[in-house]
């Protein structure tokens, strides 16, 4: 029989999922959220320590809504980082303010600090400082803490790839900025198939973000409008799911732990192939990510062998999208040579062999 093909990454869902839909539905609930959503909520923020947390419709408005709560305005500027999803900074271009593209690390793929402090002008409000893959810089983030009120500026964490990492000093990332965000697109970790996730530990931005995603609504129920709001709100359905997902989120951190180490092992000694380091006594390796040598070679005679791969985030500035000019080494190198392996959470210890017996078939 044919080897299975492995995908490179896919969500995961079971029997408990499917009941806590089932028995939803028996209740005639609204489905928009209520109850369940409240209880998704202090869910993440119990995992994550904040004070508040705030559910939205995915991980991109997300953002979108925390720049907006913060003050942040057309025209002003945001820096973000060269290498990320594009919706990072499509968040805040959304609304007419302007993403101001950073290099990033080498080792980390977040942003480079001192190219950061380069960047800063007098129009700037905010970094939003991305977590690549679940790490955190290796400036250190108390170095961009110290950044932003040295220069009163905001400081914003997209944490989209990095439920269940920490910074060495034992917050969650997503805590260190004034709003940490969280996605859960089907990719990631835990998913609702779409979602996103707000904390803060500040009241007053947590009460904006629930009035910005409920109609600008004075309070619940109502239609009594003092400001200005929109509709980005989450479904019962949705935190069904999401609220299963998140009880086998630790089993799922200690997982994504164990297939990097594997991988570790099994590319150990290739000159070829570089995996991204990890710490894992505080990130969590959401993808395998890595830097190959014949990149599209690799990924396609992987192709041929029922392997999946995908490449890795192009340096937003040279996108279509954008066009922005601008140097950007690290993050250019990373769009020539970065791949993501196999990453599934199910995948099996052999699923993960075969992938590295494959990868060293390839180079010899
Ligand atoms: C770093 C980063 N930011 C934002 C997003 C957007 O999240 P969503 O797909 O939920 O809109 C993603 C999604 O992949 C991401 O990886």
């Excluded at 947390?53 to 913060?70: D, H, K, R």
């Excluded at 965000?181 to 990631?188: E, G, I, L, R, V």
Aim: a neutral charge; aromatic letters at 10%; one cysteine or more.
């Amino acid at each position: 029989m044919a080897d299975k093909f492995i995908i490179q990454m896919r969500p995961w869902f079971g029997e408990e999922e499917k009941r806590a839909l089932c028995e939803y539905m028996d209740e005639e609930g609204f489905i928009t959220e209520f109850k369940r959503t409240e209880r998704f909520e202090q869910m993440i923020a119990e995992y994550t320590g904040a004070r508040h947390c705030i559910v939205v419709n995915n991980g991109t408005i997300s953002l979108t809504l925390a720049a907006i709560a913060t003050g942040i305005q057309a025209g002003d500027e945001v820096l973000v980082p060269n290498f990320t999803m594009i919706a990072t900074p499509n968040s805040v271009k959304m609304f007419g303010a302007v993403p101001v593209f950073v290099d990033v690390e080498e080792t980390t793929l977040c942003m480079d600090i001192e190219l950061a402090r380069k960047a800063i002008t007098s129009k700037t409000k905010a970094i939003m400082l991305v977590a690549a893959n679940g790490r955190y810089p290796k400036a250190g983030i108390a170095a961009f803490e110290a950044l932003a009120v040295e220069k009163g500026i905001m400081l914003i964490e997209d944490a989209a790839q990095s439920l269940g990492s920490i910074y060495p000093d034992g917050r969650h990332i997503g805590r260190a900025g004034i709003i940490g965000s969280f996605s859960f697109s089907a990719p990631k970790i835990i998913s609702t198939g779409q979602g996103g996730a707000l904390i803060t530990d500040d009241d007053r931005i947590a009460s904006t973000l629930r009035r910005l995603k409920d109609f600008g609504r004075a309070s619940g129920g109502n239609d009594v409008h003092n400001s200005i709001g929109y509709n980005f709100k989450f479904t019962e359905l949705q935190a069904c799911i999401g609220i299963e997902q998140m009880k086998k989120l630790p089993a799922r951190v200690a997982r994504k732990k164990e297939i990097w180490q594997r991988y570790r092992d099994g590319l150990d000694n290739m000159a070829e192939i570089r995996l991204f380091e990890h710490d894992l006594r505080y990130t969590v390796p959401w993808f395998i990510d890595a830097l190959v040598e014949r990149r599209d070679e690799l990924q396609a005679f992987l192709k041929g062998h029922g392997i999946g791969t995908r490449v890795m985030y192009p340096p937003i500035n040279k996108q279509k999208a954008y066009g922005v000019f601008g140097n950007h080494p690290v993050s250019e190198h990373v769009g020539r040579e970065g791949l993501w392996l196999p990453s599934a959470t199910q995948l099996s210890d052999q699923d993960i062999e075969r992938v590295c017996a494959m990868i060293r078939r390839f180079y010899e």
